[in-house]
């Protein structure tokens, strides 16, 4: 959780302005596999005015993690399946419960 961490500090300075991991939507942590993701994870949420800023931090911080990222869009099957990338190892998704489509779209806040 120490990456983490570090994003929360980044996010309450201002740092990274437009992210948040304490966002209504995707910011939880899970301890464990849920939903697409086989093993345990946390999320966080940028728009894409700070995007490049966190993709570059969690590249140069990301130690042996590895980390997806992808857009939130109404398309969730496609996001983590086609519009996704991996910094470091793949892993593969369970994608039996991931809907095609929906409605409405989730919105970083």
């Given amino acids: 959780m120490a990456l983490r961490q570090k994003l929360y ?5 201002g740092q990274l302005k437009h992210c948040s991991v304490t966002c209504s939507i995707t910011c939880e942590v899970n301890n464990g596999p849920i939903a697409e993701y086989p093993i345990a994870n946390f999320g966080m949420c940028c728009n894409m ?20 990222v992808h857009p ?5 099957f496609l996001d983590h399946s086609k519009r996704g990338i991996w910094l470091g ?8 419960s991931t809907p095609i489509v929906r409605d409405p779209a989730r919105v970083c806040n």
């Fill in 72 to 76: 939130t869009t109404l398309h969730p």
């Fill in 89 to 96: 190892p793949s892993m593969p998704f369970d994608f039996s």
């Fill in 49 to 68: 005015s700070s995007a490049a800023e966190a993709l570059a931090f969690l590249s140069k911080n990301r130690g042996d993690l590895s980390v997806f």
């Fill in 9 to 13: 500090s980044l996010t309450k300075s």
